[in-house]
């Protein structure tokens, strides 16, 4: 497999995949809607095709001569961006359709609305009569980074399930190996890392690492967020408080043990990624 169309590419999970498919020889193709962005990212290290999701014309012209599509974009075009690459990558001649899911997408979540728009897209990569692989990661270490931005680290809902946080580069080494392998296709990868911890625990490791004086991480219930995010009109902490309220009543479900023997296991710590990537990002 050689050339490779990824959408999300900029993204927190496509960026690292993409650094690894490059690593590995593949050529790598972006479709995205900044691609300035783009650029800046990666240089002229990959091929950039402008285009938001929603836009086939231009999809099926970056489809073309792609023997893989990978689909890292999620949000509100999620569902969208796997049946339009999945509609069209038989007649285009596509070899391989690639999909980030999530850990907990199952049936019984599915009352929860971007669970059953992933349970859509997984649907149409399984139908979709071309090799499919499906990736569904539980939570990058990158997202602790929301949690520690403004100051004091906050945490909104009480989650009470230990998370296996994986580095997003552990990842993205494991996507660019399922396209390498045949034995990659037709399976459902659970992306867990080394070790399990709370998102307060984890949070706060991560806090004291930025600065050795931080104090414990602040909770705010599902409701108190709720409740502000209305009175300010805050749609972002808004939806923040409704994902938390979902991963409350949810656990981490999924078995990493396919994806840890066939794509190599993920093996960055926390205590690792903070003095590299986590301390990048606190940076930046
Ligand atoms: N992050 C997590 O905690 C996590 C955990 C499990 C699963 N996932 C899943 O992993 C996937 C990737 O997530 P992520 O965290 O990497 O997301 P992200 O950082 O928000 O990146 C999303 C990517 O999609 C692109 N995009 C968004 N809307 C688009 C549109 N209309 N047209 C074209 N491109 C568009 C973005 O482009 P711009 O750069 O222009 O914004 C960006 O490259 C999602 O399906 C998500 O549900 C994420």
Known sequence: MSRILVLGGTGMLGAPAVRHLLADGFDVRLFARNPVKAREIFGRSVDVVAG?????KTLERAMEGCEAVHVSVGGEVD???????????PRLGVKRVGYVSG??????????????????AETALRTCGIPWTIFRPTWPMEQLWNFVRTGRPMVVGHLRTP??????????????????????????????????MTVKEAVERYARALDPDAGEAMVMSTRQAKIISFLKRNRKLRGA???MGYFERVGEPGDPAAANRLL???TTTLDEWVVTEGKVLAEA
């Not at 997408?105 to 609305?113: I, L």
């Not at 971007?114 to 859509?120: E, Q, T, W």
């Not at 580095?167 to 459902?188: F, W």
Request: negative net charge; contains cysteine.
């Open 52 to 56: 938001h999701v929603g836009h086939l």
């Open 163 to 196: 998370y296996h946080f994986f580095a997003a580069d552990d990842m993205g080494r494991m996507v660019s190996a399922a396209y390498r392998l045949e034995a990659a296709a037709g399976q459902c990868f659970h992306i867990h890392g080394p070790e399990a």
């Open 241 to 243: 408080a409704e994902l």
């Open 103 to 120: 850990t907990t997408v199952r049936e019984e979540n599915a009352w929860f609305p971007m669970v059953a728009a992933k349970l859509a």
């Open 264 to 266: 190599g296991a993920p």
């Open 79 to 89: 569902l969208e961006s796997a049946t339009d690459v999945t509609g069209m990558a």
